[in-house]
């Protein structure tokens, strides 16, 4: 099975540190890892995508990162703010279907 | 951006009775649909994916009968969870795919179903 895992379940950090979420899988590299982000009780938002050839994604303070060889990505927030807070999700493609992991909740702490 | 609404968000019913939920996108066209179920601080778990004008494909596991789905248009998939029992009470989250944005999913809001 194409597992991925999130290894942090809970991530607490001082407003405006760098967050960095682990994401790894395993079996074979998907085309995709995706970052979405979900707050209590809502559905979860697309963030960011990373294509299996690049390296490093940004997007404001956002930034991803996709390493075939160990099979993971990292996701980073930087200058974090309170807002920031939330469960991040990374999702991986097998073709048409998506699968996702447990999250990892953030909490920044003012 | 694209955007997806799911109606009711929040629906409590008796057991044995029939929820819909409606899952909508507002302003693309949807050939795939995505149906989830999460529960407390657990990660999503999709049950079935959702074809335009097709039936749905069910994840191993998942009791087809027990939960309907119909996408018979490009913009709208319906989940029916039949003879609802307590254990069916969670939290259903839809997604479309659109396909002018490769292979990203846009969620709905989500809908809490409560069984009592």
């Known amino acids: 099975s194409q597992k991925i895992e999130q290894n942090s379940e809970a991530l607490n950090i001082q407003e405006g540190k760098t967050a960095t979420l682990t994401c790894n899988y395993t079996?074979?590299?998907?085309?995709?890892l995706q970052w979405y982000r979900q707050d209590p009780g809502r559905g979860p938002v697309f963030l960011l995508l990373i294509r299996e050839n690049e390296k490093e994604k940004r997007k404001e303070r956002l930034k991803v990162t996709f390493d075939t060889t160990l099979k993971q990505s990292l996701f980073h927030i930087t200058a974090s703010q309170p807002a920031d807070s939330a469960t991040y999700l990374c999702?991986?493609?097998?073709?048409?279907?998506?699968?996702f992991g447990t999250g990892t909740s953030l909490t920044v702490i003012p | 951006g694209a955007v997806v609404s799911q109606h009711p968000s929040r629906v409590i019913c008796k057991s044995g009775t029939s929820v819909k939920i409606e899952c909508r996108s507002l302003d693309f066209q949807a050939t795939t649909m995505f149906w989830y179920r999460q529960f407390p601080k657990k990660s999503l778990m999709l049950m079935a994916t959702s074809n335009e004008g097709s039936k749905a494909t069910y994840e191993q596991g998942v009791e087809k009968d027990k939960f309907l789905i119909n996408h018979a248009s490009l913009t709208l998939s319906t989940l029916t969870v039949t003879s609802a029992h307590p254990e069916d009470s969670s939290f259903y989250i839809c997604s479309a795919m659109d396909y002018q944005s490769p292979y990203t999913q846009y969620f709905g809001p989500g809908t809490r179903l409560t069984v009592l």
């Open positions: 999702a991986r493609d097998t073709g048409n279907q998506f699968y």
């Open positions: 079996n074979y590299s998907p085309a995709y």
